[in-house]
T-cell receptor
Framework: IAGITQAPTSQILAAGRRMTLRCTQD?????MYWYRQDLGLGLRLIHY???????GKGEVPDGYSVSRANTDDFPLTLASAVPSQTSVYFC???????????????FGPGTRLTVL | GENVEQHPSTLSVQEGDSAVIKCTYS??????FPWYKQELGKRPQLIID?????GEKKDQRIAVTLNKTAKHFSLHITETQPEDSAVYFC??????????????FGQGTILTVHP
């Protein structure tokens, strides 16, 4: 079992380019999340999805979009990257339904993105 | 929305000493408070969490206390070891039908344990 994976591990991107960060989990968790981590600011929620087919905005959604076509995948797209989107991006998932839910969020290994 | 403040931003202790990290939150509806440990270059990992129906929770050398009236919660690490050195994050969220999982994180505390 891989848990939660992200790709790419790192990427250098020219400003204005489109970029999709991939996130896949094999734990059958209903909920998935995207965070960005910047020095001194902790982790900030970008978008989330409570279940396949639904998404919602987090604290810093501008410039990002997500989709949740199935349970396992939750890609994050930067339509036109800007230097302020340089950050480390973490995907996470949790089991937040039912009697056995724990609400614990499990994080992926992260993607380091640099926008020049 | 929720706002979480975490202090101190850095903490340096000698091996064997105790370490305490404190967080305050603003949303009285928050009822789930996890703590994450992040080693350099690694992903955040849950170390302990507490829900608002309890005031304290312990797991070996780690404990978390919650004061809902004052809206603050704290992480206590006893008998610190060099491998406890990492960045620690607190977080808060209301676990209800619309907000569950939308964690608001504190800014992090860099803990250094000197041998």
């Amino acid at each position: 079992i891989a848990g939660i994976t992200q790709a790419p591990t790192s990427q250098i991107l020219a400003a204005g380019r489109r970029m999709t960060l991939r996130c896949t989990q094999d734990m059958r968790h209903n909920a998935m999340y995207w965070y960005r981590q910047d020095l001194g600011l902790g982790l900030r929620l970008i978008h989330y999805s409570n279940t396949a087919g639904t998404t919602g905005k987090g604290e810093v959604p501008d410039g990002y979009s997500v989709s949740r076509a199935n349970t396992d995948d939750f890609p994050l797209t930067l339509a036109s990257a800007v230097p302020s989107q340089t950050s480390v991006y973490f995907c996470a998932s949790s089991d937040s339904f039912g009697l056995t839910s724990t609400d614990t969020q499990y994080f992926g290994p992260g993607t380091r993105l640099t926008v020049l | 929305g929720e706002n979480v403040e975490q202090h101190p931003s850095t903490l340096s202790v000698q091996e064997g000493d105790s370490a305490v990290i404190k967080c305050t939150y603003s949303d009285s509806a928050s009822n789930y408070f996890p703590w994450y440990k992040q080693e350099l270059g690694k992903r955040p990992q849950l170390i302990i969490d507490i829900r608002s129906n309890v005031g304290e929770k312990k797991d070996q050398r780690i404990a978390v206390t919650l004061n809902k009236t004052a809206k603050h919660f704290s992480l206590h690490i006893t008998e610190t070891q060099p491998e406890d050195s990492a960045v620690y994050f607190c977080a808060a969220t209301p676990l209800d039908g619309t907000s569950y999982g939308k964690l608001t994180f504190g800014q992090g505390t860099i803990l250094t344990v000197h041998p």
